[in-house]
T-cell receptor, first 109, second 114 residues
Framework: GQNIDQPTEMTATEGAIVQINCTYQTSGFNGLFWYQQHAGEAPTFLSYNVLDGLEEKGRFSSFLSRSKGYSYLLLKELQMKDSASYLCAAMDSNYQLIWGAGTKLIIKP | DVKVTQSSRYLVKRTGEKVFLECVQD?????MFWYRQDPGLGLRLIYFSYDVKMKEKGDIPEGYSVSREKKERFSLILESASTNQTSMYLCASSPRGGHTDTQYFGPGTRLTVL
């Protein structure tokens, strides 16, 4: 079956670095998405990886290893506004997104 | 900026009522999606549409139907609402072209069925 796993909740300190992991099993693979969702709001796109390696975008970076079925989202210089849920989604061979349950990130001062 | 709007942010209905959830996007996107989001579960796809008058079942279509009469509008219908359909409903759209195009989400409708 198809499956996405990510931690339910993480806590980090303002100014620090946090890494949110995601493992996936899909029928075929056409890329891995990360979305951010603040409480009560719509998910918004953060990143897309289809090739192995690290993609950096400001304070946020996303990494993919296709052979390991693994991705992570790295957030640097954490700010209070980064408190949100982070959703991992893998696209299967039918170009359908398989979504993880999301990781709730709590930032403490 | 892409804008996806949903008709209501909060909705309370009674068991057995027919419920309409409307979604409108203003960026001429071909693809539109309806998801539900429940605590501890990932987004689950109910229905999607790649063109006007076209619809495809997602992972959990039972108890739902959809309508896409115009390109910008995608409606989700609960024919006879039940308490297990209490959830957050999210609409999304994406342009045709690369299959990896980003989905843009509406603000969601939190539906409570009593």
């Amino acid at each position: 079956g198809q499956n996405i796993d990510q931690p339910t909740e993480m806590t980090a300190t303002e100014g620090a670095i946090v890494q949110i992991n995601c493992t996936y099993q899909t029928s075929g693979f056409n890329g891995l998405f990360w979305y951010q969702q603040h409480a009560g709001e719509a998910p918004t796109f953060l990143s897309y990886n289809v090739l192995d390696g690290l993609e950096e975008k400001g304070r946020f970076s996303s990494f993919l290893s296709r052979s390991k079925g693994y991705s992570y989202l790295l957030l640097k210089e954490l700010q209070m506004k980064d408190s949100a849920s982070y959703l991992c989604a893998a696209m299967d061979s039918n170009y359908q997104l398989i979504w993880g349950a999301g990781t709730k990130l709590i930032i403490k001062p | 900026d892409v804008k996806v709007t949903q008709s209501s942010r909060y909705l309370v209905k009674r068991t057995g009522e027919k419920v309409f959830l409307e979604c409108v996007q203003d960026m001429d996107h071909e693809n539109m999606f309806w998801y539900r989001q429940d605590p501890g579960l990932g987004l689950r796809l109910i229905y999607f549409s790649y063109d006007v008058k076209m619809k495809e079942k997602g992972d959990i279509p039972e108890g739902y139907s959809v309508s896409r009469e115009k390109k910008e509008r995608f409606s989700l219908i609960l024919e006879s609402a039940s308490t297990n359909q209490t959830s957050m409903y999210l609409c999304a759209s994406s342009p045709r072209g690369g299959h990896t195009d980003t989905q843009y989400f509406g603000p969601g409708t939190r539906l409570t069925v009593l």
